[in-house]
T-cell receptor, first 113, second 112 residues
Framework: NAGVTQTPKFQVLKTGQSMTLQCAQDMNHEYMSWYRQDPGMGLRLIHYSVGAGITDQGEVPNGYNVSRSTTEDFPLRLLSAAPSQTSVYFC????????????FGDGTRLSIL | GESVGLHLPTLSVQEGDNSIINCAYSNSASDYFIWYKQESGKGPQFIIDIRSNMDKRQGQRVTVLLNKTVKHLSLQIAATQPGDSAVYFCAETPGSNYQLIWGAGTKLIIKP
């Protein structure tokens, strides 16, 4: 049982480049979410999805897009990377929006130069 | 805005002693609280949770205490082990909004 899998684990981008962070879960969870973690701060919600075809914004959505075409996958897209998006990104899933705890992937460490 | 915060950013504890990690919250409407452990290079891992209708909940070597009067949450780890070294986060869900609000984290260091 792989749980939540994130790829890549590390990435360096130049300002203005685009990129997609991948997230996949094999637990048939309906709810998936993306967080960013910055030094000295807690996780902040970027976008979330309550099921295939349904997405919504979290606390810090600007600069990021998401889609949910299948239950398993929830990719996060940076259309034009900015240095302020340098962070560690975590994907999480659970049965539904109210279900806790969420299961987290091991993160993608992203640096924007 | 309202947020969850932690009293101490770093806590150093002797191996074998008990650890107490504290968390303050400001939203009196919060009805669910959760503690996560994050080891270096890993994602957060669930430890224990508690609902607002409870004052205390125990797990394996961990206890969470909730004091709604002073809006305070604590995580107690008994007989701290080297494997407990990590950053510990508390988080809350304020009322009908199920989104977690996370604290900044406390780093637990175990002294041999």
């Amino acid at each position: 049982n792989a749980g939540v899998t994130q790829t890549p684990k590390f990435q360096v981008l130049k300002t203005g480049q685009s990129m997609t962070l991948q997230c996949a879960q094999d637990m048939n969870h309906e709810y998936m979410s993306w967080y960013r973690q910055d030094p000295g701060m807690g996780l902040r919600l970027i976008h979330y999805s309550v099921g295939a075809g349904i997405t919504d914004q979290g606390e810090v959505p600007n600069g990021y897009n998401v889609s949910r075409s299948t239950t398993e996958d929830f990719p996060l897209r940076l259309l034009s990377a900015a240095p302020s998006q340098t962070s560690v990104y975590f994907c999480a899933s659970s049965w539904d929006r109210r279900d806790q705890p969420q299961h987290f992937g091991d993160g993608t460490r992203l640096s924007i130069l | 805005g309202e947020s969850v915060g932690l009293h101490l950013p770093t806590l150093s504890v002797q191996e074998g002693d008990n650890s107490i990690i504290n968390c303050a919250y400001s939203n009196s409407a919060s009805d669910y609280f959760i503690w996560y452990k994050q080891e270096s290079g890993k994602g957060p891992q669930f430890i224990i949770d508690i609902r607002s209708n409870m004052d205390k909940r125990q797990g394996q070597r961990v206890t969470v205490l909730l004091n709604k009067t002073v809006k305070h949450l604590s995580l107690q780890i008994a007989a701290t082990q080297p494997g407990d070294s990590a950053v510990y986060f508390c988080a809350e869900t304020p009322g009908s909004n199920y989104q977690l609000i996370w604290g900044a984290g406390t780093k637990l260091i175990i002294k041999p």
